[in-house]
């Protein structure tokens, strides 16, 4: 069966420390994102990609990057991990024939100390 | 004021109950509409979408009101599994865009 996944499913870091989350998916979707949830908020996007090669900023892009070499995956770099970063990062999928659904991975539970 | 705005709750309903809970929208360009699942420490997963005349799947009744912009979501006969968070999502006016409400908590007690 499709599923998308994220490793690691907890991580415990350093300020100033970089950290790379990944997301790897088998549905062969084109369009993928990053969120974060923070309690009080909604998911908020982070970055999103519409294809290999393709990356775009989403509303809390500060402080993160994304490279898509393949369709596969999309892995999410903090670049210097701050303590505000410390929350639930969820990577999605989606087709992009034009259905809206979004498929979740199971999060990653990231600590910046 | 917030793009997408839920009540919180908890909403603490028993078992068998009907309990129904709205979301508010603030851009009335907003083209669809959809209410996410999310159990505890799990990723949200698509409940139902919201179409314009209403729709019903099965317990769950998911309703738009473009004039007042809100949706609402009504559970029949709730079970236990119904336990959850309800998120609201609004699709904005680009193709990727979805606006995501910070989730109405609820628990059905027996």
């Known amino acids: 069966d499709a599923e998308i996944t994220q490793s690691p499913r907890h991580k415990i870091t350093e300020t100033g420390r970089q950290v790379t989350l990944a997301c790897h998916q088998t549905?062969?979707?084109?369009?993928m994102f990053w969120y974060r949830q923070d309690l009080g908020h909604g998911l908020r996007l982070i970055h999103y990609s519409y294809g290999v090669q393709d990356t775009n900023k989403g509303e809390v892009s500060d402080g993160y990057s994304v490279s898509r070499s393949n369709t596969e995956d999309l892995p999410l770099t903090l670049e210097s991990a701050a303590s505000s970063q410390t929350s639930v990062y969820f990577c999605?999928?989606?087709?992009?024939?034009?259905?809206?659904?979004?498929?979740f991975g199971p999060g990653t539970r990231l600590t910046v100390l | 004021r917030k793009e997408v705005e839920q009540d919180p709750g908890p909403f603490n309903v028993p078992e068998g109950a009907t309990v129904a809970f709205n979301c508010t929208y603030s851009n009335s360009a907003s083209q669809s509409f959809f209410w996410y699942r999310q159990d505890c420490r799990k990723e949200p997963k698509l409940l139902m979408s919201v179409y314009s005349s209403g729709n019903e799947d099965g317990r769950f009744t998911a309703q738009l009101n473009r004039a007042s912009q809100y949706i609402s979501l009504l559970i029949r006969d709730s079970k236990l599994s119904d336990s959850a968070t309800y998120l609201c999502?609004?699709?904005?006016?680009?193709?990727?865009?979805?606006?995501w409400g910070a989730g109405t908590k609820l628990i059905i007690k027996p």
């Open positions: 999605a999928s989606r087709d992009s024939s034009g259905s809206n659904e979004q498929f």
């Open positions: 549905w062969n979707h084109n369009n």
């Open positions: 999502v609004v699709k904005g006016d680009s193709n990727y865009q979805l606006i």
